[in-house]
């Protein structure tokens, strides 16, 4: 069984920057695409960015520019570097895995438990 454990949430002031990691266990070969999904309170769990075992590289257009997903196979972990943070960033960050050709945009097989990611003006 897959897990996905994340890291590097916080308190950050606007404009400042933040970076979340996520390592995937426990048949991680099976992993092809892993990304983020954030959710604010009272809305609902939205794509943010993710990265297939390729390279090939999405992002949600809120996030375009700021945001940049990386991702190290040999490590299993995919990381997700902030910058120019906003207080509507502010939200639980959730990391997403999907396997076989599948990506996360379309089918989420694996998620993190979340961590909080707060932006203060």
């Known amino acids: 069984q897959v897990q996905l454990v994340e890291s590097g949430g916080g308190l950050v002031q606007a404009g400042g920057s933040l970076r979340l990691s996520c390592a995937a266990s426990?048949?991680?070969?099976?992993?092809?695409?892993m990304g983020w999904y954030r959710q604010a309170p009272g809305k609902e769990r939205e794509f943010v960015a993710d990265?297939?075992?390729?390279?090939?590289?999405t992002y949600a257009d809120a996030v375009k520019v700021r945001f940049t997903i990386s991702r190290d196979n040999a490590k299993n972990t995919v990381y997700l570097q902030m910058n120019s943070l906003k207080p509507e960033d502010t939200a639980v960050y959730y990391c997403?895995?999907?396997?076989?050709?599948?990506?996360?945009?379309?089918?989420?097989?694996?998620w993190g438990q979340g961590t909080q990611v707060t932006v203060s003006s």
């Open positions: 426990g048949g991680s070969r099976s992993i092809n695409d």
């Open positions: 990265i297939t075992f390729g390279g090939r590289l």
């Open positions: 997403a895995a999907s396997v076989g050709s599948g990506t996360v945009m379309n089918y989420v097989n694996y």
